[in-house]
C-alpha cells in the first residue's frame, strides 16, 4: 500500500490482485511460473522480513534488564516463554489461515468451547485422554464447520468465523452453566507443573506445535498451495488445485490449534470456562500481522508470527516488572504495534524493490 | 484404476466413519449432570413477625445476564427467596447487559402493574430515569446494589461496600503482619478491571487500612475478573515479586486462575487473602493446606434479603427488629471476613464460581 506506483505491479504479482482484470492476468502469469517462483526466496528474506521485530524485541530486553533486576533471569524467561506458550500455539493455525488468503475471528471462542467441552462432568470422568481428544476434536470440528461455510457456502472469511465465534462462545457458556467447571483430573493438571531438563512441557508443546507448523508450511505441498490459494485463488484452482478442499483443511487446521491451546489453558488456569480466550482473535491477529505477513494471504511467515507472540508477551512481562497500570500498558503496545509495522514495511519494501 | 477407486471409496468410508464415532463421541462429553450444586444462599433473614403471611403480591426482578458467578447466585436466590414465599409471586424478566433492553424490560414490569419491583442495574446511572418512572406509578422499587444517581428512583437500596470489603482485607493483612512481626513487608494487591468505581473503591479501602499500620501496596496488578486473566497476571506478578508476604485478589472467580498460577510457581512463602466469598475459596481456608487464609465476603445474599424487603414494603411493614415502622430507606452490608475459625458459618451462603 505504502509502495509508490511504478512498484505497484512488482508487488501486484506476489499479492492478491484486487479487480477481476488484474485477477486474470495475473493468474495467466502465474499458473506457470508463479508458484514456482515463490520457493525461491533468497536465503536472507526471513532476516530481513523479521528484522524489525527483532530490533523491537531486542530494545525491550534492553529496556527490561535496566528497568528491573528480576527481567534478565532463567525463571523470567521460562515465564514469558510459558505466557507465549497458549496463545503462539493458536497464532500458528492463525498464520497458516491469514496466508492462504482467510481470517478466523473465531479462534478465542473456539478455545473456551474446547475448553468447557473438554472439562465438563462427563469429560473428565473418562480421564486426561479423553479430555484431550474432546478438546482437540472439538476444535477442529468446528474448524470444518467454518471451513465448510466459507468453501462451499461462499460465505466471506469474516462474517463465517464472526458467526462461529458468537455461536461458539454462546454455547461455551450455556454448557457451562455460566460457571466455571474445575478440572479435578491431576494428569491434565500436571501438563502445567512438568518440565523436562528445565524446560516447561507447556513450553515444549508449544515449541513442537511450531516446528510442526514450520515444517508443513515450508518443507510440503500443502505448505506451498496455502501461499498459492493466499496470493491468487483463482491461479491456484487453474492449476488443478481443489482451492474448497484446501479451504476447509487450513480452518480445520486452525480450529486444532486452538482445541491445544485449551488443553493447555486447561492445565495452566486449572478449569474449563465460557470466558478463556477472550480477545484472543485480536492477539492472534496482531501477532500474525505484525509478524510481516500481509493481511490479504499469499505471504508470510510463522518465525515472524512467533517473534510477534513474543513481543506482546514480553511488554506486559515488562509492566508488571515494573508495576505500571495496565492502561499505560495498553498505550504503549499500540504505539509498539505502529511501530513495528513501520519498520517492518520498510525492511520489506526495500527487499522488494531489490 | 478399479484399485485406486476401491482404495478412494475406502477412505470415504473410513473417514465416514471415523466422523460419525467423533461426533457420538462428543455428544457424550456434553453432561454437567453432577455438577449441579444447590444454590448457594437464599437463607430467611427475617424474623417470625416479618414472615407471617402478606396479601398476594407480584415481585417483579431484574438483573444483568448470569455470566458469571456472583450474578448468577444473585438470580438464583432471588427465585429461591421468593419461592419460600406461598403468597408471593416473583415476575423475573431475563437478564441482559444491555441497557436498553433492561429498560424496557422494567417498563414492561411497570405496566403489568406489579406490586415491587427489585432492580440490580447493569448500569445504574442509565437506569435512574426507569426507577423513577416505576416509583411515580406508585410501585416501589428495591434498588440491589448497584446505585441509581437519584434516591428518589428507589424506595429503599440495599448493597455491599466495596470501601468496607478493601478495609476489612486490608485490616486482616496488617494484623497478620504485625503478629508475624514483619516490619516492612511485600504486599501485593490484584485487582479486577482497573477503571470500575467499584475496583477503585477497594483499593482505596485496602491502601487505607494498611496505612493506618504503616503499611503501603508494594505490588498492583489488575486481571479482568477471569480465571484466565487472574493466572496470567499472577504468573508475571510472582517473578516481580520474587518474595511476598500478603497478597490480595479482589475477586474470587478470578482466584481461582491465581490459585493455579501460584500453585505453578511453588511458591508459599505469603498468606493470601480473596474477595467475595466463592464456595471454592472458602473450601481451601477450610481445609488450610495452601496460601489463602481469609476471604472478605461481597455477599450474593443481598438478593434474598432484597426479596424480603420488597415483600415487606409491598405489605406496608417495617422490620420487626426496628422501632420504625417503615424499612429503611438504604441497607449497606457489611463485608465479613471470613477464615477457618468462622467458615462454618459462612459457607452455606457462599456461590459457586
Not at chain 1, 120 to 132: E, F, L, P, R, Y
Not at chain 2, 3 to 26: I, P, Q, Y
Not at chain 2, 287 to 293: A, E, Q, R, T
Amino acid at each position: 500500500m505504502t509502495q509508490p506506483p511504478d512498484q505497484r505491479t512488482d508487488a501486484r504479482s506476489q499479492t492478491v490482485p484486487t479487480d477481476e482484470q488484474a485477477r486474470v492476468e495475473a493468474a495467466a502469469a502465474r499458473t506457470g511460473a508463479g508458484i514456482a517462483a515463490l520457493r525461491d526466496h533468497p536465503a536472507l528474506a526471513p532476516v530481513l522480513r523479521n528484522l524489525g521485530l527483532l530490533v523491537v524485541l531486542a530494545l525491550l530486553c534492553v529496556v527490561g534488564t535496566s528497568t528491573s533486576p528480576n527481567f534478565l533471569t532463567v525463571d523470567n524467561f521460562r515465564n514469558i516463554l510459558v505466557s507465549s506458550s497458549v496463545i503462539g500455539v493458536v497464532t500458528v493455525g492463525m498464520t497458516f489461515v491469514i496466508i492462504g488468503g482467510g481470517i478466523d475471528l473465531s479462534v478465542g471462542a473456539l478455545v473456551a468451547l474446547s475448553s468447557v467441552w473438554a472439562s465438563t462432568v462427563a469429560s473428565q470422568s473418562h480421564g486426561a485422554a479423553v479430555m484431550i481428544l474432546c478438546a482437540v476434536l472439538v476444535g477442529t470440528g468446528a474448524g470444518i464447520v467454518n471451513g465448510v461455510l466459507i468453501a462451499y457456502g461462499r460465505l466471506v472469511p469474516f462474517i463465517a468465523t464472526l458467526a462461529m465465534m458468537v455461536s461458539a462462545r454462546g454455547l461455551a457458556a450455556k454448557m457451562a452453566d455460566n460457571k466455571t467447571q474445575i478440572v479435578t483430573v491431576q494428569q491434565i493438571n500436571d501438563i502445567a507443573l512438568k518440565e523436562y531438563a528445565g524446560i516447561p512441557l507447556l513450553a515444549i508443546i508449544f515449541g513442537a506445535v511450531v516446528l510442526a507448523g514450520w515444517l508443513v508450511l515450508n518443507r510440503t505441498t500443502f505448505g506451498r498451495r496455502t501461499f498459492a490459494l493466499g496470493g491468487s485463488s483463482e491461479a491456484t484452482r487453474l492449476a488443478g488445485i481443489n482451492i474448497n478442499v484446501h479451504t476447509v483443511l487450513l480452518y480445520a487446521l486452525s480450529g486444532a490449534c486452538c482445541g491445544i491451546a485449551a488443553v493447555m489453558l486447561l492445565a495452566r488456569t486449572t478449569t474449563g470456562s465460557s470466558t478463556h480466550g477472550e480477545l484472543y482473535e485480536l492477539d492472534a491477529i496482531a501477532a500474525v500481522i505484525i509478524g510481516g505477513t500481509l493481511l490479504t494471504g499469499g505471504r508470510g511467515t510463522l518465525v515472524g508470527s512467533i517473534l510477534g507472540v513474543f513481543v506482546f508477551t514480553t511488554i506486559t512481562n515488562i509492566f508488571i516488572l515494573n508495576n505500571l497500570a495496565t492502561s499505560v500498558q495498553n498505550i504503549t503496545k499500540g504505539v509498539i504495534i505502529v511501530a513495528a509495522v513501520l519498520v517492518q514495511t520498510r525492511a520489506t519494501s526495500r527487499h522488494v524493490s531489490t | 484404476m478399479a484399485a485406486l477407486m476401491d482404495n478412494l471409496g475406502r477412505r470415504r468410508l473410513l473417514t465416514g466413519a471415523g466422523a460419525a464415532g467423533a461426533t457420538a463421541f462428543l455428544a457424550a462429553c456434553t453432561s454437567n449432570a453432577e455438577s449441579s450444586a444447590p444454590a448457594a444462599g437464599g437463607q430467611t433473614t427475617a424474623v417470625a413477625t416479618d414472615n407471617a403471611p402478606g396479601k398476594p403480591i407480584t415481585i417483579g426482578f431484574s438483573a444483568p445476564e448470569a455470566d458469571h458467578g456472583w450474578i448468577g447466585a444473585i438470580t438464583s436466590n432471588a427465585k429461591s427467596q421468593a419461592g419460600k414465599y406461598s403468597e408471593v409471586t416473583l415476575d423475573a424478566v431475563e437478564g441482559t447487559n444491555d441497557v436498553n433492553q433492561q429498560i424496557s424490560q422494567v417498563e414492561t414490569l411497570i405496566d403489568k402493574k406489579v406490586d415491587a419491583i427489585v432492580l440490580l442495574p447493569f448500569d445504574g446511572k442509565a437506569l435512574t430515569e426507569t426507577g423513577l418512572k416505576a416509583q411515580l406509578a406508585g410501585i416501589p422499587v428495591v434498588n440491589l446494589d448497584r446505585v441509581f444517581a437519584d434516591p428518589r428512583a428507589a424506595r429503599t437500596w440495599i448493597g455491599g461496600d466495596n470501601y468496607g470489603m478493601g478495609a476489612a482485607a486490608g485490616t486482616y493483612i496488617a494484623d497478620q503482619m504485625k503478629s508475624k512481626g514483619i516490619s516492612e513487608p511485600v504486599i501485593a494487591e490484584i485487582q479486577g478491571i482497573a477503571n470500575l468505581p467499584l475496583t477503585q473503591e477497594r483499593s482505596q479501602g485496602f491502601a487505607d487500612a494498611l496505612g493506618e499500620a504503616g503499611f503501603k501496596v508494594t505490588n498492583q496488578v489488575s486481571a479482568e475478573f477471569t480465571v484466565e486473566s487472574g493466572q496470567q497476571v499472577t504468573a508475571d506478578l510472582l517473578q516481580a515479586a520474587p518474595h511476598i508476604d500478603a497478597l490480595w485478589n479482589h475477586d474470587d472467580d478470578q482466584g481461582v486462575g491465581v490459585m493455579a498460577a501460584i500453585n505453578q510457581a511453588g511458591r508459599d512463602e505469603f498468606i493470601m487473602v480473596g474477595g467475595a466469598g466463592s464456595s471454592n475459596m472458602m473450601k481451601l481456608i477450610k481445609s488450610d493446606n495452601s496460601v489463602i487464609k481469609a476471604t472478605v465476603t461481597y455477599p450474593p445474599s443481598m438478593a434474598s434479603s432484597a426479596i424480603n424487603l420488597a415483600r415487606l414494603i409491598a405489605n406496608g411493614r417495617g422490620m420487626s427488629d426496628l422501632v420504625e415502622p417503615d424499612v429503611p430507606a438504604s441497607i449497606t452490608l457489611s463485608s465479613a471476613t471470613v477464615t477457618k475459625a468462622n467458615v462454618d458459618q459462612y459457607l452455606p451462603l457462599a456461590f459457586p464460581s
